[in-house]
């Protein structure tokens, strides 16, 4: 039902149902909001958002509260303004004043709200809580002193991931954001996936660096430092060197990686290929013994460390295969290291991937001596970004430089796995020529495309139908896991990443990431898949040269110990 | 420990969360405390995750998840009792017990507690030792209190 309200003495029309938030955004008038997160339920618990509605005697926070007809809402009125710089004000009592030093100063949610109600001195001396930074664990790191409590964290744990790794704890005053019995965020049901990063407007939240660790192995002449980058690095850069992500910008992002110091620089989607080959080899064994079926894909290390915390009998039901990271670092240490005449313990790799659980999966995954490790280690595109604003380098006008390893080849399918639903299309086309030892008629598989959290298709490969679905976001894959255990639904492989929409969305992605960011992610990959001659993964001749020359063929036992793990062993590779 | 939590858990259904609170409850009445470990069992058998569990009870004053000491010490910081100046005597009780409030001593011999009140408004300030109240307490009694179980316990 629509009818008119009047807003700052204007009238415009609303509908039954929606919130003042809401009416708002459509009109373009601008509340300050903390807590309000889109697509999530309302708490009202920062009070940021308050208006004055004629009548009500208190002010009201405009993002739960509904409109009737005929209300006269103030959004800023005096009153209006002034409560809310005390409310800023008050949040400020008790936060750190070390802007200049702070992780998030000049991209934070605290600071813009401090000027935005221009508020010039400290007008409140609250009392500090004492607690712990809580490092413990190899992604995330919380700094509980700087967190206002807006509980963004704790809903996107809650409702979008599923896992609830964090809450809020004690009352009042003495209320804080943390983890069961104070332990830290190692110890919990945590899956890094760093989408509380994402949504923390203040440096509360944060990812492991490991960006000084890499400074200094790029300064090392012992060392030879090379770089593996995720499929959706490319695009995601371009955003932060306001350049259009057009077909250069590979080249752009590997001149940098040069520039940089890095010796030489892979493509994961080249690993990817490899990890499709391996992997529709897997399935087809499965679909012929016909056991540990639906298979779900295991690439994104938060789901398989779900898996593994959470619902450990489903374990024989992931792919064997490791993760494209864990797989270029192996191919790297084990073989590609010689090739270049390198000792594998004075490679130093390094991986820039969209996300913070890769560096938790990289922690994990050592060489046989258990001594070293196949990835040494794993910056995010956020962290990548700082290094090439750290080394002076001017991305936008640099020289494109094609690559030059003989290992630079990829298909379009491994560049997929940068998006939910990637993955399963490039695999299906891959054992859709393994099955039959023809291309599919259309290569494209557009039900399994877009933003959205759960694709699924039916495809015909050979005279098998299999019936195939993408999720993304874990708590998604929660409820389809149930649904799969009481036999509601059956499928035949799942493919499963806990943040939505995929990589493109990570944890390790630019902070601040809209709808139209995700948008223009997700064309770029799709537009490597229009514009590339190599669209499957079999037809990638580096792929098929290291089957010639390295390799046993697909699936076979001996390539276990270089691209599969033992689920039983280690978990979470 | 295990037999115990497993007979309290069967008074209550499986995978409601009402019976929370009730359950908690009941394990600090026989434990003393809420220890870590029935905490996830209950949230196993509630269908909630370990955190909310702990974020719940961390929420209420009356969960405590460190064992009591031989001697519970509760003090009052009601209104009332506030105003016969109970913050002196939380602060000598920390002095001379050599435990924060909330706490447990090393040794497992003192625990202290604040109360937001003891409902004796009419006794203030009131101290409440394992289960018998003290009121009217003056700074003089409170320490001869303190000494009294010190010597008791040693």
């Given at each position: 039902?629509?009818?008119?309200?009047?807003?700052?003495?204007?009238?415009?029309?609303?509908?039954?149902?929606?919130?003042?938030?809401?009416?708002?955004?459509?009109?373009?008038?601008?509340?300050?909001?903390?807590?309000?997160?889109?697509?999530?339920?309302?708490?009202?618990?920062?009070?940021?958002?308050?208006?004055?509605?004629?009548?009500?005697?208190?002010?009201?926070?405009?993002?739960?509260h509904l409109v009737t007809e005929w209300m006269k809402i103030k959004t800023h009125s005096p009153r209006v303004l002034k409560s809310r710089k005390v409310l800023v004000e008050l949040l400020l009592a008790s936060h750190p004043d070390d802007c200049l030093y702070c992780e998030r100063s000049g991209n934070c949610g605290l600071q813009d709200l401090a000027a935005e109600m221009n508020i010039k001195e400290r007008k409140y001396q609250g009392r500090r809580q004492k607690i712990q930074i809580d490092n413990a664990c190899p992604s995330i790191v919380r700094d509980p002193a700087k967190c206002v409590l807006c509980g963004r964290c704790i809903r996107v744990c809650d409702e979008m991931i599923g896992v609830s790794a964090i809450d809020v704890i004690g009352r009042g005053t003495d209320s804080r954001i943390g983890t069961s019995y104070n332990k830290g965020l190692n110890t919990q049901t945590c899956v890094k996936c760093g989408q509380c990063i994402m949504v923390c407007p203040t440096a509360a939240l944060s990812e492991k660096s490991n960006f000084h660790a890499v400074i200094e192995a790029l300064g090392n002449p012992e060392l030879f430092p090379v770089v593996q980058f995720s499929p959706t690095v490319p695009a995601s850069i371009a955003e932060d060197f306001n350049i259009k992500a057009s077909k250069d910008i590979l080249n752009l992002l590997r001149a940098a990686l040069k520039k940089i110091g890095f010796r030489q620089v892979f493509d994961a989607s080249m690993a990817a290929d490899l990890l499709i080959m391996e992997e529709a080899a897997g399935f087809i064994e499965r679909l012929n013994k016909g056991d540990n079926l639906p298979m779900f894909t295991s690439c994104c290390p938060s789901w398989v460390s779900f898996v593994a915390e959470s619902k450990p009998t489903f374990l024989p039901f992931l792919s064997t295969t490791c993760s494209p990271q864990q797989i270029m670092g192996r191919l790297i240490k084990n073989y590609i290291a010689s090739s270049a005449g390198q000792k594998s313990e004075n490679?130093?790799?390094?991986?820039?991937?969209?996300?913070?659980?890769?560096?938790?999966?990289?922690?994990?995954?050592?060489?046989?001596?258990?001594?070293?490790?196949?990835?040494?280690?794993?910056?995010?595109?956020?962290?990548?970004?700082?290094?090439?604003?750290?080394?002076?380098?001017?991305?936008?006008?640099?020289?494109?430089?094609?690559?030059?390893?003989?290992?630079?080849?990829?298909?379009?399918?491994?560049?997929?796995?940068?998006?939910?639903?990637?993955?399963?299309?490039?695999?299906?086309?891959?054992?859709?020529?393994?099955?039959?030892?023809?291309?599919?008629?259309?290569?494209?598989?557009?039900?399994?495309?877009?933003?959205?959290?759960?694709?699924?298709?039916?495809?015909?490969?050979?005279?098998?139908?299999?019936?195939?679905?993408?999720?993304?976001?874990?708590?998604?894959?929660?409820?389809?896991?149930?649904?799969?255990?009481?036999?509601?639904?059956?499928?035949?492989?799942?493919?499963?990443?806990?943040?939505?929409?995929?990589?493109?969305?990570?944890?390790?992605?630019?902070?601040?990431?809209?709808?139209?960011?995700?948008?223009?992610?997700?064309?770029?990959?799709?537009?490597?898949?229009?514009?590339?001659?190599?669209?499957?993964?079999?037809?990638?001749?580096?792929?098929?040269?290291?089957?010639?020359?390295?390799?046993?063929?697909?699936?076979?036992?001996?390539?276990?110990?270089?691209?599969?793990?033992?689920?039983?062993?280690?978990?979470?590779? | 420990m295990k037999e115990l939590l497993a007979k309290i858990l069967s008074k209550y259904p499986a995978g409601k969360k009402e019976g929370l609170l009730p359950i908690l409850q009941e394990i600090q009445k026989q434990q003393g405390f809420l220890p870590e470990e029935l905490l996830s069992e209950v949230g196993k058998y509630l269908n909630l995750p370990a955190n909310k569990v702990h974020g719940v009870a961390a929420f209420y004053d009356q969960f405590r998840f460190r064992p009591l000491g031989q001697t519970h010490f509760k003090i009052c910081r009601g209104t009332a009792c506030h105003l016969y100046g109970s913050s002196n005597y939380l602060s000598e009780l920390e002095k001379q017990l050599k435990v924060k409030a909330g706490g447990t001593s090393r040794d497992r011999k003192f625990s202290l507690e604040i109360t937001n009140c003891l409902g004796a408004c009419e006794s203030a300030p009131v101290l409440q030792v394992n289960d018998k109240y003290y009121p009217h307490v003056t700074p003089e009694e409170l320490a001869k209190i303190i000494r009294s179980f010190k010597e008791k316990t040693e």
């Open positions: 039902m629509q009818f008119n309200i009047e807003i700052n003495n204007q009238q415009y029309s609303a509908k039954r149902g929606e919130t003042i938030k809401n009416v708002l955004d459509r009109i373009g008038i601008h509340v300050p909001t903390l807590c309000y997160m889109n697509g999530f339920s309302p708490t009202g618990g920062c009070r940021m958002c308050i208006v004055e509605v004629e009548g009500i005697g208190e002010l009201v926070p405009s993002c739960s490679v130093f790799v390094v991986s820039v991937m969209p996300c913070t659980a890769k560096k938790y999966e990289a922690d994990r995954d050592r060489m046989k001596d258990g001594s070293s490790r196949n990835v040494d280690a794993v910056i995010t595109t956020r962290e990548l970004v700082k290094m090439i604003r750290l080394l002076g380098i001017d991305f936008a006008n640099l020289e494109p430089e094609p690559s030059d390893t003989a290992f630079g080849m990829r298909s379009s399918s491994g560049n997929l796995f940068g998006i939910s639903g990637g993955h399963l299309e490039g695999l299906i086309r891959t054992i859709n020529h393994m099955m039959t030892g023809q291309e599919m008629s259309t290569i494209k598989i557009s039900e399994l495309r877009g933003l959205k959290n759960k694709k699924e298709v039916k495809v015909k490969v050979g005279k098998t139908l299999l019936n195939v679905v993408a999720v993304s976001g874990l708590a998604n894959a929660k409820t389809l896991v149930e649904d799969i255990e009481s036999r509601r639904e059956t499928y035949q492989i799942v493919e499963v990443m806990a943040c939505p929409n995929g990589c493109i969305n990570g944890g390790g992605q630019k902070l601040g990431s809209d709808e139209k960011n995700l948008k223009s992610r997700m064309k770029a990959l799709y537009d490597v898949d229009d514009e590339e001659m190599i669209k499957v993964a079999h037809k990638n001749p580096i792929i098929t040269d290291l089957y010639d020359k390295f390799l046993a063929k697909p699936g076979s036992e001996r390539n276990k110990e270089l691209l599969h793990v033992s689920r039983l062993k280690s978990a979470t590779t | -």
